[in-house]
């Protein structure tokens, strides 16, 4: 009996497979479609301003100099800009704030007529910078409102406000302007925090015998914290950035440090010191935002993330 011999093994066939699933294709993740327009809008109108202001700052014709950075040290306006722009913040900061929180509070408790006097207290946010230093410029002039006032109540022929030689008036003419032109975005901002802070705490504070400053110092302004470091990051950067104001009142009298990057760019024509007093204000910001950052945090986040 004989025996078929055995199959020759043949080989597995392959499979055929679809087009589609031999090269799979890398696809963009959508979260960075949706973010790449403002990362190019960010690149192209700060990144790189930044990069070549930096580079004209310490770059010559010959090459890195330090040079521009030294004739910025050596101009007496430089510290007297310097002197000002920070006497300018430690004053006008902590007023906006107060002034800023006051009458936040004072909406939150929904007086008649509140949203009257929010839209009010909201018009200098539609007004530009010159446009403000202009209108208080008509107050403090020579033959201004303010003098024309105090020469009908008999206290004088008029006061030179704005005068080279008076430091301090000039100081508090820009001061006043600043705090009433800007002190509605500190207000519209806090307005907004207070609106995410449930009233729930606030009351079972108050049901417990928590005074109203008891209240305000352990319930409202621990849950305020993150939107007055915003205000106080946004606030003491355009602080550092003020110049049409006080230029439509006093001109190089009273110079400050944005003032000083016009006056080296446009009147003296060097555009690297200009770009070197830019830097010092970016360093300046930088700074006081990592500051406030470290200052500001909030513990028990801290504490969590240990």
């Not at 509140?114 to 020579?142: H, N, R």
């Not at 417990?208 to 409202?220: C, D, K, P, S």
């Not at 946004?234 to 006093?250: D, E, S, Y």
């Not at 003296?268 to 200052?295: C, D, F, H, K, P």
Request: aromatic share 10%; net charge positive.
């Amino acid at each position: 009996m004989t025996t078929a011999p055995d199959p020759a093994p043949t080989e597995p066939k392959a499979t055929p497979t679809r087009p589609g699933r031999r090269r799979r294709r890398t696809r963009v993740p959508t979260a960075a479609l949706l973010v790449a327009p403002s990362v190019l809008f960010l690149a192209a109108l700060f990144l790189w301003p930044i990069v070549v202001g930096v580079g004209q700052a310490v770059t010559g014709t010959d090459g890195p100099t330090l040079a521009h950075l030294r004739r910025m040290l050596d101009d007496p306006y430089f510290w007297q800009a310097t002197r000002n722009t920070a006497l300018l913040i430690v004053v006008l900061i902590p007023l906006q704030f107060a002034f800023a929180l006051t009458m936040a509070l004072l909406l939150r408790e929904r007086p008649r007529l509140s949203s009257f006097y929010f839209y009010v207290w909201c018009v200098p946010l539609a007004i530009s910078d010159l446009a403000a230093g202009l209108v208080w410029l008509s107050i403090f002039a020579d033959r201004g409102y303010l003098n024309s006032v105090l020469a009908h109540l008999g206290l004088g022929d008029g006061y030179a406000w704005l005068s080279y030689d008076n430091d301090a008036t000039m100081f508090l003419a820009v001061l006043l302007a600043e705090l009433w032109r800007a002190t509605s975005l500190v207000l519209v901002i806090v307005v907004a925090g207070l609106q995410n802070i449930p009233r729930d705490y606030d009351e079972a504070a108050a049901v417990f015998g928590a005074t109203y400053w008891q209240r305000l110092r352990h319930v409202i302004l621990p849950q305020l914290r993150p939107s007055l470091q915003v205000a106080l990051i946004l606030r003491t950067i355009l602080g550092l950035q003020t110049f049409a104001v006080a230029q439509a009142l006093t001109g190089r009298s009273f110079p400050l440090l944005v003032g000083e990057t016009y006056q080296w760019y446009v009147t003296l024509q060097n555009e690297r010191v200009s770009a070197a007093i830019a830097l010092v204000i970016l360093l300046m910001s930088l700074g006081t935002a990592v500051v406030y950052l470290r200052v500001l945090r909030d513990p028990a986040a801290t504490g969590s993330g240990r």
